[in-house]
């Protein structure tokens, strides 16, 4: 299998030279010419067998280059042929789910450290991010898939179920708990909850002259996916809070995973790996520095957010072992947050310095004290560890957890 993988990768780096050449020719751009280096170079080590080079080279250049030249490709070929706008759209979206498949069964499944496997996945996230898509007009619906990021939330869930089962690991989307207690499924309401009301919180606080509107006292009327303040097509609106839930669970699922592994003889790995998961995870968000409209503010406030409201979610994904809940649940969070229309900005509390600290605790400190509750409590704990063994760690070293 591994030579089959090594001749399919093999010949698309060859594709995608032809590809950079002919867009160097084209376009002008000195960047193209860097791409073929580095691709020559990664065809080499894989043609002589420089097996740990490759895989080295192959992770750092091969996704950015791989999406970035095909994306260029796009570009031309729907600008000459402009009237198949549509059709060709979706051809371009079938081929993105499949581009990125043989470098991460040839490349990415041969990482045996769960470091590096972590690592190597820190930087995939990066790359997706920074990879430059299509433009295209016409259908709203096209238009607003497009703008949102869903394609690259798919593409990352491919790689995280590819990357995790050849790993050795367990994927499940949705683990059925053997014989849950009725204290099981109350707990699991409450966390529910929690989440829940940590999302209006979120929401409504940008609009909130008074605690109590923040807290319980929300006004709906300031939520209409139709009228947002900062996504116009609602098609964009909802792709993007449904690329949020699938892209960021998904990182979730497989950062605790390797962070489990890594921390694995440690008595509180757990713990360990739900914090050291949320701090990544929230961190990953200075990216959004290079989004329309960000400031230090903005950006500060989804990094502690993200921390706490990440804490959270990683609790509950080990303590139901269901990725579609978390999933579903981030989704909603970033609905609420995309559908507040202008009015529903300009609150005096989040913008006030005092009151500002105030809300980046509740938004911090509460998923943390729940953390800790339901890690202290012998009965949550059980099914936590119960779920460790049955999916988040590989069978072989399944009897000394």
């Known amino acids: ?17 032809l590809f950079a050449v002919l867009l160097l020719i084209v376009q002008h751009d ?61 051809a371009y979206f079938i081929g993105m789910l499949a581009l990125l498949i043989p470098v991460i069964l040839y ?12 690592v190597a996945t820190v930087w995939l996230i990066i790359s997706l991010f920074l990879t430059p898509l299509i433009s295209i ?18 593409i990352f869930l491919e790689y995280a179920y590819i990357a995790i089962t050849t790993w050795g690991y367990k994927f499940y989307f949705n683990l059925k708990i053997s014989n849950p207690t009725f204290f099981y499924y109350l707990f699991l309401l409450v966390l529910g909850i929690v989440t829940v009301w940590i999302s209006f919180f979120n929401t409504f606080i940008l609009s909130a002259s008074e605690w109590n509107q923040a807290i319980w006292n929300w006004d709906f009327s300031l939520i209409n996916p139709i009228n947002s303040a900062i996504i116009k097509n609602v098609w964009q609106l909802y792709f993007s809070a449904l690329d949020a839930g699938i892209m960021e669970e998904s990182a979730r699922y497989v950062f605790l995973i390797t ?23 929230s961190l990953l968000h200075i990216l959004n520095f290079s989004t329309p409209g960000a400031n230090i503010d903005s950006i500060l406030f989804q990094i502690f957010h993200a921390f706490g ?53 509740v938004v911090t400190v509460i998923p943390l004290i729940i953390l800790m509750i339901i890690l202290e409590n012998q009965k949550t704990r059980a099914f936590i560890e119960t779920n460790i063994k049955k999916t988040f760690i590989f069978s072989q070293i399944g009897d000394i957890i």
């Open 137 to 154: 007009e016409g259908n709203a619906v096209i238009v607003g898939l497009n703008k949102s990021n869903l394609l690259m939330a798919l």
């Open 259 to 281: 962070l489990l592994i890594i921390f694995l003889r440690k008595k509180g790995r757990a713990t360990y790996s739900i914090l050291l998961s949320s701090i990544i995870f």
């Open 30 to 90: 000195l960047l193209n010419l860097l791409y073929i280096i580095f691709l020559s170079f990664s065809f080499l080590f894989i043609y002589i067998g420089f097996n740990r080079k490759s895989h080295i080279l192959n992770i750092v250049v091969l996704p950015y280059t791989f999406l970035s030249v095909y994306n260029n490709i796009f570009k031309l070929i729907i600008k000459i042929y402009a009237d198949w706008g549509t059709v060709l759209y979706v």
């Open 1 to 17: 299998m591994k030579t089959t993988y090594n001749k399919i990768l093999k010949s698309q780096i060859l594709l995608t030279i």
């Open 107 to 118: 490349d990415y499944g041969t990482i045996k450290n769960p470091i590096w496997q972590l």
């Open 309 to 361: 409201f990440g804490c959270l979610l990683g609790v509950i994904l080990l303590y139901s072992g269901k990725l579609w809940l978390t999933m579903l649940f981030h989704t909603f969070a970033d609905f609420l947050n995309f559908s507040l229309i202008p009015l529903g900005y300009g609150g005096s509390l989040v913008s006030n310095e005092n009151t500002g600290v105030i809300v980046l605790t």
